[in-house]
C-alpha cells in the first residue's frame, strides 16, 4: 500500500525519488529534534537546496508551478520520514500556492516576494491567539495595528506560529480599527519588535517549534499592509490547506510500514512462524489498509477536483471532509499500527510512540471536526429550505 497509484506524471516521479532518497536523511534528526523540541533546520535547509519550497509558486514568478495534487503528494512523502518537517515546510508550500493562485498582492509585490523565495525565503501565516483560539472560527484578532507618523504601529501576541525559528517573512493578522477591518502585514522577521518567545510545550509536533510571535510596537509601511479582508477568512476554499492531511496521510503510512515489518518479522519462541501469520494480527493488518485505502483515495480524488477549475466551483464542504476522515483514520492506523506492536510501541526509542503524540495534532489543525460536521449539517438542511 503506497502512493504508486497517484503517481501519473514523470514530474511527479522525480519528485517523489529525490524525497524518498532524501528521506533518511530527514528522519535522521526526527528522534533528536522531537527530544528537544527543537526545529530540524538541517532538513528545512536541505528542502530549500533541492529546490522544493519554490514548487508551489507559478512558473511565471520562477517556481515550479505544481499542482494541489502535487503538493499532497510530495508532503505526504516527506511525512513519512519527519512529520515535523513536512508540517512545518507545509505551511510554507501552502502559504505560498494560495497567495499565487488568488492573486490578492499587486503584481509588483508578488513579483518582489516571488525573488526573496527563489532566493530561499520561507513565510507562515501568524493568525492565532491565546484570547481568540483558532482563527477559523472568527474570533477577531486582539493584535492591533494604529497608523502613526513614522507608519502603521503593530502590536499583539501570536501562538502556534509554526517554523519561528526558519521563517524569514512572516504574514501577520491584525484589527486594522481605523478600517474596522482585519488585514495581513507581510512583516521581516528579523523587524524591530519583532521577537520569538519559547512557549512551545507540546507533546506533539514538538520539532515543529511553532513558538509565540510577540510584536511590540513594530513599524510597518503602507506597502507591507497586503492584505485587506472584507469577509472571514475562513470562507474561503483554500485546497492547499490539503498539506495538512497529507502530513497525517505520511504519518499513518509509516506506522503501518512498521508494523507489518515488525509482524513478519517477529517471532516469539512460543510460535512456529512470524506472528504475521496469526488471524488476530492479519486482522489488524487489514483493517489498517482499509482505512489507508479509503483515506488516500478522498484525499487524492478532492486535490484533483480543487485543481480542475471547472469542478472546483462544485466544492462545497468537501476539503474540511477530507481533512476531518484522513485525520481520524491516520490516529486510527497508529492506534492499530500500536497494537500489533504492542508495549514495545511505547518505548521511548520506538517511532511508533511519536506518530501516536504526532497525529493527534492533527485534531486541532484547521478545520477542526465539529466545524465540519456542522457546516454539513447546515448545508443539507437550507437544501430543504
Known amino acids: 500500500m503506497s502512493t504508486e497509484l497517484f503517481i501519473t506524471t514523470d514530474f511527479q516521479r522525480r519528485w517523489v525519488n529525490e524525497l524518498t532518497e532524501a528521506g533518511p536523511f530527514f528522519s535522521g534528526f526526527s528522534e533528536r529534534s522531537d527530544e528537544l523540541s527543537k526545529f530540524p533546520q538541517e532538513n528545512i535547509e536541505k528542502l530549500i537546496k533541492m529546490g522544493y519550497t519554490t514548487l508551489t509558486l507559478p512558473k511565471e514568478f520562477g517556481g515550479g508551478g505544481i499542482t494541489v495534487t502535487d503538493m499532497v503528494l510530495f508532503q505526504e512523502t516527506i511525512a513519512r520520514f519527519d512529520s515535523a518537517t513536512a508540517l512545518a515546510i507545509g505551511w510554507h508550500q501552502g502559504v505560498i500556492g ?3 493562485e488568488n492573486r490578492k498582492w499587486t503584481e509588483e509585490q508578488l513579483a518582489q516576494f516571488s525573488e526573496a523565495v527563489q532566493q530561499g525565503a520561507l513565510v507562515n501565516r501568524s493568525v492565532t491567539e491565546a484570547q481568540t483560539g483558532s482563527p477559523t472560527r472568527g474570533g477577531r484578532p486582539q493584535t492591533t495595528a494604529v497608523r502613526t507618523e513614522s507608519g502603521w504601529m503593530i502590536s499583539g501576541e501570536k501562538t502556534f506560529t509554526t517554523m519561528a525559528p526558519a521563517l ?5 493578522s491584525v484589527w ?3 478600517k474596522q477591518k482585519t488585514g495581513f502585514f507581510l512583516l521581516p522577521s528579523d523587524a524591530n519588535g519583532l521577537s520569538i518567545r519559547d512557549t512551545w510545550h507540546m507533546i506533539s509536533m514538538r520539532g515543529t517549534e511553532s513558538q509565540t510571535l510577540v510584536l511590540d510596537q513594530v513599524i510597518a509601511t503602507d506597502d507591507q499592509l497586503v492584505e485587506v479582508n472584507e469577509a472571514p477568512r475562513g470562507n474561503n476554499q483554500n485546497g492547499w490547506l490539503l498539506h495538512i492531511p497529507a502530513c497525517y496521510m505520511g504519518i499513518a503510512q509509516a ?8 509482524a513478519a518479522t517477529y517471532q516469539p519462541n512460543s510460535l512456529n512462524e512470524p506472528i504475521a501469520s496469526l488471524f488476530s494480527i492479519q486482522t489488524q493488518i487489514g483493517k489498517m489498509d482499509l ?11 478532492i486535490a484533483r477536483i480543487y485543481d480542475d477549475p471547472a469542478r472546483r466551483v462544485h466544492l462545497q464542504n468537501e476539503l474540511g471532509v477530507a481533512k476531518s476522515i484522513v485525520t481520524n483514520s491516520a490516529i486510527e492506523i497508529v492506534n492499530l499500527a500500536m497494537r500489533i506492536v504492542g508495549a514495545k510501541s511505547l518505548e521511548m526509542s520506538n517511532p511508533l510512540q511519536r506518530y ?3 497525529v493527534r495534532a492533527g485534531l486541532h489543525n484547521p478545520p477542526m471536526d465539529d466545524m465540519t460536521i456542522t457546516k454539513l449539517a447546515q448545508a443539507a438542511i437550507s437544501g430543504q429550505q
Do not use: Q, S
Not at 506506522?255 to 515488525?262: I, L, N
Not at 482505512?291 to 487524492?300: F, Q, S, V, W
Open 168 to 172: 524569514t517573512h512572516i504574514l501577520v
Open 356 to 358: 501516536y503524540r504526532d
Open 176 to 178: 486594522i480599527e481605523e
Open 291 to 301: 482505512e489507508l485505502i479509503k483515506a488516500r483515495h478522498l484525499l487524492y480524488d
Open 98 to 100: 494560495e497567495l499565487y
Open 255 to 262: 506506522a503501518r510500514d512498521y508494523a507489518v515489518h515488525f
